[in-house]
């Protein structure tokens, strides 16, 4: 890393004073020409990374998601989600706090923040017990500038995106601070249509079906949020917020040309027919919630509590035709025709209690506890074309209502025992109440456990060169509320997904050695092992009519482990320049189980079997090139790559993408230009043969990656404004999985 020098020039009163002084000492003193700080912009503190953006050139221009994604161990690959080390899931704090908002919304917010207006970025690749996150999760914290003047300002930004189609959107963010009263508000709107094509084929030697067609999903989305802050007085605090998205995506189309080939002893008969489907959705999510602070000393010890109401409803409604055709593709009759209507309400209620004391002797206690209690109602309706009419079949029909209730409690000690060395040593304790009830169908269950979840870490600074650090964790991952709905969603009438109600909760334990070296370049080894892993194996069966049934199932399947080995740098080249920061992974995993049943119905396929270890490397370069010296012209190259990669249903083929980008800055104007995917390597397949039965699933889906965005922003107001406080809502580990 380039270090920067910033010269301190001592002033006197009198230059007299400095000329006598130098002569008077000239045989022991021959000059001060300079005193240099060395400031380092990516060092390693505690149980986190911090990213010094004030010591980068990345910020200008940029806005807060930018910004992210070009920070050290962050990438996002799909320009929506970011991961930390092509790993772990990040979850967005700000301030300290977790961001109450849901996924569309944050990601409106980080685009709306300017990047100038970010102090420091802190990566945690393995949270502390203190942190409420899900098992794989790590944690971006964003530190914003502290603002001190009253007044108002915001951003802008309005985009284009031309991939397939075109995808216009818009979003406007406004801050107002007041003496003690501060309020943020954002609105967003987008359109966005999905094409996907797809080629599957699955079954054996004997029997087996491809199908070769599209999806499209058109999704216009609205939405917004409303953060008021009031200062109490200089120690208490009170915040209140509301967020607020709704979804359309009426008019989906599913377009598959099916041929089903069965072997006749001399050659194979071919059924040839289409899968049309067209499916109209609507989602809504309303959620508040309401935060008391107290700064309970002077020392930076503080009390929160929040309480949260979330309200999620999803409204899917799909009719499915089969028809028959000729060799032209061209439909002939109506050979079967369903419906379904799959309604989701999810209510949750939840509250959090955090204490945090700082005593002396850089000694730290926090002790805190949530509670979540969630209902979840799904009544899913299907119907059949019987007669001229549609019949509601009943077997698939159902009506699950599925309540769950969730306490934690925590508590963690944190300890600097001197300039080298700090650690802390934490545990979280969590009570669960789970049961689903089928209406009607005298179909129940009740799932109750606990987990005790322990968490150590250690950092050590060699010198101001070397740094070393290991933590230990372990964590709960559970099933979206959606995964455990006992539903279908079909791609042919022999082709489905199948939630699943009984997936059990799966156990993370972590372990992860760090170092790093001149806060430039950094080596991690971490190992993982999943204890009841959760994923989505390929179920075959041939019916009695020689019909091929594949049914991706979502299920626990076994043991999975995995350890990875990373390489990465953050540094600057020619006087800041030139901004690179990129990581190499190196993984080995390991899957371990067998299925043959569905839980759901009982049905009993061949068995799924993985005993599998492999290999598989990740890799990823992002450069950032100031193109002029009045820093208003930049150039983004950014890369990444991914060897063949195993997963629970089959073996992913390479993937790779280039992402170009030329910045403008005109005064609080900016315009990107950006091109996505150019040599179209960012195509997603899968293969996979089940040795023991011979039967074999093969995926192929091109979601047209390669695009053209443009982007423009402008901030106004005074850009001084004291932010908001950000606040942690306590129904955030809920919002996670409604997804």
Partial sequence: MKIQKTQLILLFLTLGTITYAQKAKKDTIESIQEVTLIKRAFVKKNDRYVFDVAQSPLAKGNNGFDLLKSSPMVSSIDNKNLTILGKSNAVIYINGKKSQLNGESLLELLKNTPGENISKIEIITVPGSEFNVGANDGIINVVMKKRTSDGINGTLRMTNNQGYYNNPSSSVSVNYRKNKLGINVNTNYSQYTLRQAFVFSNGNQQNFTTSEGYIMVPTKSFGGNFDVNYDLNDHHFLSLSFDSREGNRNGQITDLVNNEYSFNGSGFNLNRNRTLSNTDETSASNSANLNYEWKTDDNGSNFNANIAYLHYTNKNHAYNNIYSINDQNENITRIKAFNQSIPQIIDNFSGTLDYAKKFKDELSLSVGGNFNSTKTDNDTRFTDFVSGNFVENQQQSNHFIYNEKITGLYATLAKTFNEKFSGKIGSRIEFTNATGDVVNKNESFTNNYSNILPYLNFNYEINKDHNISYTFSSRVSRPSFWAINPTRIYLTQNNYAQNNPFIKASSYYSQELNYMYKSAYFLTLDYMYVKDAQGQVPLQRTLPDGTVQIRYLGTNYGDHTQLTATVGLQKQFFKNIWNVNGYFNFY????????????????????????????????????????????????????????????????????????????????????????????????????????????????????????????????????????????????????????
């Fill in 588 to 739: 080995y995993v390991t899957y371990k189980g067998n299925v043959d049943t569905d839980p759901t119905t009982g049905d009993v396929f061949s068995p799924y079997i993985l005993d599998l270890k492999k290999t598989y490397a990740f890799f990823q370069i992002n450069n950032s090139i100031r193109l002029s010296s009045k820093k208003d012209w930049f150039v983004d190259v950014n890369y990444f790559y991914q060897t063949r990669r195993q997963i629970e249903y089959g073996k992913q083929i390479k993937l790779s993408s280039l992402d170009i980008g030329i910045k403008k800055i005109w005064d609080d104007w900016t315009v990107m230009i950006k091109a996505s995917d150019i040599f179209r390597n960012f195509i997603f397949a899968i293969d996979n043969l089940q040795t023991n039965t011979g039967s074999f699933n093969n995926v192929y889906q091109n979601q047209y990656n390669r695009q053209v965005t443009l982007t423009v922003t402008y901030n106004f107001g005074n850009q001084k404004v004291k932010r908001i406080r950000d606040v942690e809502s306590a129904d955030n580990s809920i919002k996670s999985r409604t997804k």
